[in-house]
């Protein structure tokens, strides 16, 4: 009895602490997207919690609740529109190459904003730009176990598949099977696409799997992290499954 007792105990721990890990690993103030404007100056970040909207003289920023984003006109342009008791926001986020006239920082997403603070009558308009965060979970190296629904054996290539990806860098690197490869990504909230690929041109007798592995990659745009394993999927399915082994 005092060893199901013990058992018991080390089992409510265990799924205490896993818990404890997935919640640390979905952390919703992980802020995906970010924005800057000048004339005035402004910041915005989105999370998963909250939109916080700051400046150089309130750094501390006002916070709305976060929402959900609404396609406008095409699937290049999102809306987020939130209220607090702090007043109002709109943001507009459009997809195209975008200058913030004060860096040489590279931004892929123009920004409007719309803003009303408590006690105020009328909107004021704000530009800017913005790019998505990549998850900092995806900054690993990440061995191949399944592609397509198979297994994968070591004999299955020539070098068994291998991704790096850097999260700040949204760039990507590794092994297909034969060749290196490397590329970009880009990523909005819940999506991924590996971009831009190249390899290397060596010529291996296990060709058709590495053409295999790098068009299931080119062809993923979701994912999802958990028990240390990378899943990438498209609308047709489950394409690869990744370990971590970093």
């Not at 709305?64 to 943001?91: L, W």
């Not at 860096?103 to 730009?129: P, Q, W």
């Not at 998850?135 to 299955?156: A, T």
Request: aromatic residues 8%.
């Amino acid at each position: 009895m005092l060893l199901a007792i013990v058992c018991a105990c080390n089992s409510t721990k265990n799924k205490e602490n896993a818990t404890s890990k997935e919640m640390v690993s979905q952390n919703p103030d992980q802020v995906y997207f970010k924005a800057i404007g000048t004339e005035p100056f402004w910041g915005v970040e989105i999370s998963n919690s909250q939109i916080k909207y700051t400046t150089p003289e309130d750094p501390e920023g006002i916070l709305f609740p976060a929402t959900k984003p609404v396609r406008v006109m095409d699937a290049n342009i999102k809306t987020y529109q939130s209220k607090s008791k702090a007043g109002e926001i709109k943001i507009t986020i459009a997809y195209g190459k975008c200058s913030d006239g004060m860096s040489d920082m590279d931004h892929n997403y123009s920004v409007t904003i719309a803003l009303k603070k408590a006690g105020e009558n009328e909107f004021k308009d704000l530009r800017g730009c913005g790019n998505y965060i990549v998850d900092y979970r995806l900054h690993d190296i990440w061995v191949l176990e399944e592609m397509e629904g198979k297994k994968i054996d070591d004999s299955d290539f020539n070098k068994r598949p291998t991704l790096e990806i850097q999260a700040k860098e949204a760039t990507f690197g590794g092994i297909a099977g034969c060749n290196r490869m490397f590329g970009k990504l880009f990523s909005e909230r819940e999506l991924l696409r590996f971009t831009n690929v190249g390899l290397t041109r060596m010529a291996c007798d296990k060709m058709a799997n590495e053409a295999k592995f790098v068009k299931a990659l080119e062809s993923s745009t979701a994912y999802e992290i958990k028990n240390n394993r990378l899943y990438l999927s498209n609308p047709d399915g489950l394409k690869l499954i990744f370990r971590k082994i970093d």
